[in-house]
């Protein structure tokens, strides 16, 4: 039996991996902005899900909920850090108010919560599961904010691997393509200011044709990060799903050319040597 912590069980991922977690046995320490919303999933598994109130930004809450995990269920094994949120548009078109409040959540809300569980975590070891995307491994027009926000979670969550091996600590970035969840409906935000000069380019087209047409199914994606977890050799990178793949394969392909061309060039920048 596992004991998990997940934030962002409102909906989409956070929510699937809970109840999936959940029914096969696993204890489950539920987390949303809103608890309400989460009540209901938690009623059949009394005892055994727990649902708490969590602002990710809140750097108290998250040592509260971190507190009440351990004084219900004696600490966890697994810390989900799922919260968070898209915002799709041209980087001209963004303003402070809208990419800062997508970066407190995305990328200081996840430190926040990452630093409230790593005294628990140290403790015993466990695994720490960093919801990132295929947006995280490679960059494209119209989505620069979300691109960057989980960029960051990458380079976080790569550090976090070398910091926390000696503790018995894993950590599993997960690297979704387009799954059929609620991301591109509720869990996306575009930018205010439309600007004409970026109509092509700012994935408002985007949104539109592929909300609810996704091709990935987001119950098989759920049961590939169960098996990781429980997986004696997981990778540090999970992308899952064909287009996840292909990004990588692309970025990978793109990075070693870039590399090539200009090998010996770039590496020619050392001091002389006497």
């Avoid at 966890?76 to 402070?96: H, K, M, Q, R, S």
């Avoid at 403790?123 to 491994?137: F, H």
Wanted: glycine share 10%; aromatic share 8%.
């Amino acid at each position: 039996m596992k004991t998990w912590l997940i934030t962002g069980c409102s909906s989409g991922f956070g929510q699937r991996l809970a109840l999936a977690a959940a029914q096969r046995g696993d204890r489950v320490i539920a987390t949303a902005r809103n608890v309400t919303t989460i009540e209901e999933m938690a009623a059949p598994f009394a005892g055994r899900m727990i649902t708490l109130p969590l602002d990710v930004t809140d750097a108290a809450a998250a040592k509260a909920v971190v507190a009440k995990a351990v004084e219900t269920f004696g600490g966890f094994d697994v810390l989900v850090n799922n919260a968070g949120y898209g915002l799709f548009g041209a980087i001209e078109e963004g303003t402070p108010e809208e990419y800062r409040a997508m970066f407190e959540v995305n990328v200081f809300g996840l430190i926040e919560t990452t630093r409230a569980a790593l005294p628990v975590l140290r403790r015993s070891g466990g695994t720490i599961v960093n919801m990132s995307s295929g947006a995280g491994i490679e960059g494209r027009g119209g989505g620069g904010y979300y691109h960057a926000a989980k960029f960051a979670v990458e380079g976080i969550s790569e550090a976090l691997a070398g910091e926390l091996k000696p503790f018995g600590i894993r950590v599993l970035i997960v690297e979704p393509g387009p799954f059929r969840t609620e991301f591109l409906g509720r869990s996306i935000t575009m930018v205010a200011n439309e600007m004409p000069e970026y109509a092509a380019s700012s994935r408002r087209l985007y949104r539109e044709s592929n909300n609810g047409n996704q091709s990935g199914d987001p119950d098989r994606a759920v049961a590939v990060i169960l098996k990781a977890v429980d997986a004696e050799d997981a990778p540090l990178h999970l992308p899952l799903g064909p287009a996840a793949h292909a990004i990588a394969e692309r970025k990978l392909a793109a990075f070693r050319s870039d590399i090539d061309a200009w090998r010996d060039i770039t590496i020619a920048t050392d001091f002389d040597r006497p």
